[in-house]
Nanobody
Framework: QLQLVESGGGLVQPGGSLRLSCAGS????????IGWFRQAPGKERERISC????????NYADSVKGRFTISRDSAQNTVYLQMNSLKPEDTAIYYC??????????????????WGQGTQVTVSS
C-alpha cells in the first residue's frame, strides 16, 4: 500500500523560496501520476502542478506557472515541488497525491486515491 509523506513547508517572506518533498513508501512513485494540491482557508482544493507517470510530462496551474517546478527523484522515491517568488496568496496547506489508472495527471482531486497528510506553507512578512 502506497503511503505519502510531505515535508518542507514553513514560514517564508514574500519573494522567498521553499522546496516541498513528497516521499513515497510501499511502492515506486515512478508508476504513479503525482499531483500537488493546495487548500487555503475557505477555498476549494486546487491542483497546482502534476507530473505524469512513467517519465511523463509536467503540468502547472496558471497561478504558479513560471514560479513552481515539479520534479522526480526515482532513486529517493520522492517528488519535489520547488516554489520560487512566493506570494502571500500562496499561503495554504499543500498536499501531494498519487494515482496510476489515468493517462493524464490533470485530474480532479477526487480522482487521486493516495494522499499525504499535508504541509503548511505561510508566506508573510
Amino acid at each position: 500500500q502506497l503511503q505519502l509523506v510531505e515535508s518542507g513547508g514553513g514560514l517564508v517572506q514574500p519573494g522567498g523560496s521553499l522546496r516541498l518533498s513528497c516521499a513515497g513508501s510501499g511502492s515506486s512513485l515512478y508508476y504513479y501520476n503525482i499531483g500537488w494540491f493546495r487548500q487555503a482557508p475557505g477555498k476549494e482544493r486546487e491542483r497546482i502542478s502534476c507530473i505524469r507517470r512513467s517519465g511523463g510530462s509536467a503540468n502547472y496551474a496558471d497561478s504558479v506557472k513560471g514560479r513552481f517546478t515539479i520534479s522526480r527523484d526515482s532513486a529517493q522515491n520522492t517528488v519535489y515541488l520547488q516554489m520560487n517568488s512566493l506570494k502571500p496568496e500562496d499561503t495554504a496547506i499543500y498536499y501531494c497525491a498519487a494515482e496510476r489508472e489515468f493517462r493524464t495527471c490533470v485530474l480532479q482531486w477526487d480522482d487521486y486515491d493516495h494522499w499525504g497528510q499535508g504541509t503548511q506553507v505561510t508566506v508573510s512578512s
